[in-house]
């Protein structure tokens, strides 16, 4: 209102000073001399900097570093590799004898032959441990690919078994971690970190539980309301033995997405087996 009032006023005056025949307007130069005597010369330079960035984009930045760093991670299933990466395909076979009805992998195209053959009987020997117990009357899996890695091969068998006189079929879990530089197993004690495995069964940390239905609070009451008492040697006990198939696995791991997997076995109204999978990656 105020900038309105002055250039009302100003207007004002212009006219009356036409209208008294004063029509002489200010030159150029003399605007510019009363230019100089408001901002001398000597009047320090302007100084220009360059824009620094915004706490937002410091943030961006820094997350896009970090996501950046995250992709450069190389999987365990390949870093197990080195310079040895073994290429290969998988394919599907189904076995039936009898009761026993098993849908399995089988690897092919592998530069050594010898190699590939080994592994194959791994993988058969390992569904059918168990197979021949007596008062079966059902026994049966299909299989998943956990992890395909140029140095690991991952799987998870699941499936039922029955028994006479049994109430219920059994949901029945297995899995295999083939080395195929070596051709043996891998057992949880070869790849992770039993006391920090430990550490986070005990406490609740570090995992999530996969299995539907299940609540992470209810799980961990039951892992330590004595169902397990030495968490540390149940551990040592996961997973086949390929050098001894004698040996029964108390337990079963796998790695998926780079992540160990745990499937612990449980009580019937629980499914019979939890799945858990780990927060940090291997």
């Known amino acids: 209102m105020k900038r309105a009032k002055y250039l009302l006023l100003g207007g004002m005056l212009a006219g009356m000073l036409i209208g008294c025949g ?4 200010p030159t150029v130069t003399e605007d510019f001399v009363e230019f100089e005597q408001i901002t001398p010369m000597e009047s320090e330079p302007i100084i220009i900097r360059e824009e620094q960035p915004s706490v937002v984009e410091s943030i961006m930045e820094e997350e896009s570093t970090t996501m950046t760093e995250e992709e450069e991670i190389v999987p365990w299933v390949d870093r197990v590799a080195g ?3 073994v290429a290969y395909s998988i394919e599907t076979q189904i076995y039936e004898d009898g009761i026993v009805k098993l849908t399995y992998p089988q690897l ?6 010898e190699l590939q053959t080994k592994l194959n009987e791994n993988i058969k020997q390992t569904l059918l441990q168990g197979s021949a117990d007596e008062g ?3 026994f049966e899996y299909s299989y998943e690919i956990a992890s395909m890695g140029a140095g690991v091969v991952s799987f998870v068998f699941k499936g039922y078994v029955n028994y006479e006189g049994s109430p219920y079929p059994i949901n029945a879990i297995k899995t295999l ?6 051709g043996e197993s891998i057992r949880l004690k070869d790849y992770a970190d039993v006391a920090t495995v430990v550490s986070a069964l005990e406490t609740g940390w570090g995992y999530e539980v996969a299995s539907e239905g299940i609540v992470k609070d209810d799980f961990s009451a039951f892992m330590n309301n004595g169902y397990v008492t030495d968490y540390a040697m149940t551990l040592l006990d996961y997973d086949v033995d390929s050098k001894n198939m004698a040996f029964v696995p108390v337990g079963f791991s796998c790695i998926k997405d780079n992540h160990l997997v745990l499937f612990i076995e449980t009580e019937h109204a629980m499914g019979d087996y939890v799945e858990i999978i780990f927060d940090e990656e291997l």
Do not use: D, F, K
């Not at 004063?22 to 307007?25: D, K, L, S, V």
């Not at 092919?108 to 032959?113: D, E, I, L």
């Not at 971690?177 to 070596?182: A, E, K, M, Q, V």
């Open 22 to 25: 004063q029509t002489e307007q």
């Open 83 to 85: 310079e040895q990466a």
């Open 108 to 113: 092919s195209g592998m530069q050594n032959t």
């Open 136 to 138: 079966l009357t059902a």
């Open 177 to 182: 971690n083939l080395n195929l530089i070596t």
